[in-house]
């Protein structure tokens, strides 16, 4: 089936600086990715849709200016985490939707010290 | 409305014995509904889905019932086995704009051995 391949799986990073996480779609084009984020114990919230060629469309609450994506191809879209803080904390999960369903990446565990 | 994970709450079913998890949806709107599997650390896992023209859908041990009157969806695994521990959400999907998919509280489902 398709593959969604998301790296790192973990990172750790000092607070204030900034961190990159990939998601791609590994055989077939998305035009599409979304970005959730999910706190422990908690459910997946999605915080923006990722559109090849175009600005993402974030959800109410999420700082554009703080959570940057970029999918500048049909199978990469990168989520930037600027400034990070200890409150960024979270696992963050992205998805894409080929013919088969929705698909989900192994998500990255940040966590800012 | 959106439906918001505040707390995870746990069903512990024998080995052997059928799990019944149920979820309720939000929006009347959503015609397309998803139940997902989450191991620890891992990205969701697609489990079984069903349209809104359907009230019942059967896979591999597996059977999702939706009632649109009441907007409940449920999942029932039978026969529980341990590799069958883990957290699952049931997702909705609207059709129409763009193809977001809303995650549901989760159920962390505990199989006792």
């Known amino acids: 089936g398709a593959v969604v391949s998301q790296h790192p799986s973990r990172v750790i990073c000092k607070s204030g600086t900034s961190v990159k996480i990939e998601c791609r779609s590994l055989?077939?084009?998305?035009?599409?990715m979304f970005w959730y984020r999910q706190f422990p114990k908690q459910s997946l919230m999605l915080m923006a849709t990722s559109n090849e060629g175009s600005k993402a469309t974030y959800e109410q609450g999420v700082e554009k200016d703080k959570f940057l994506i970029n999918h500048a191809s049909l199978t990469l879209s990168t989520l930037t985490v600027t400034s990070a803080h200890p409150e960024d904390s979270s696992f963050y999960i992205c998805?894409?939707?080929?013919?088969?369903?929705?698909?989900f990446g192994s998500g990255t565990r940040l966590t800012v010290v | 409305g959106e439906s918001v994970g505040l707390h995870l709450p746990t069903l512990s079913v024998q080995e052997g014995d059928n799990s019944i998890i149920n979820c309720a949806y939000s929006?009347?709107?959503?015609?397309?509904f998803i139940w997902y599997k989450q191991e620890s650390g891992k990205g969701p896992q697609f489990i079984i889905d069903?349209?809104?023209?359907?009230d019942k859908r059967q896979g591999q041990r597996v059977t999702v019932l939706l009632n649109k009157t009441v907007k409940h969806l449920s999942l029932q695994i039978a026969a529980t086995q341990p590799g069958d521990s883990a957290v699952y959400f049931c997702?909705?999907?609207?059709?129409?704009?763009?193809?977001?998919?809303?995650f549901g509280i989760g159920t962390k489902l505990q199989v006792i051995p």
């Open positions: 929006n009347s709107a959503s015609d397309y």
């Open positions: 997702a909705e999907n609207r059709s129409g704009g763009y193809q977001k998919v809303t």
């Open positions: 069903i349209r809104s023209n359907m």
């Open positions: 998805s894409a939707l080929p013919p088969g369903g929705y698909t």
């Open positions: 055989d077939f084009q998305a035009t599409t």
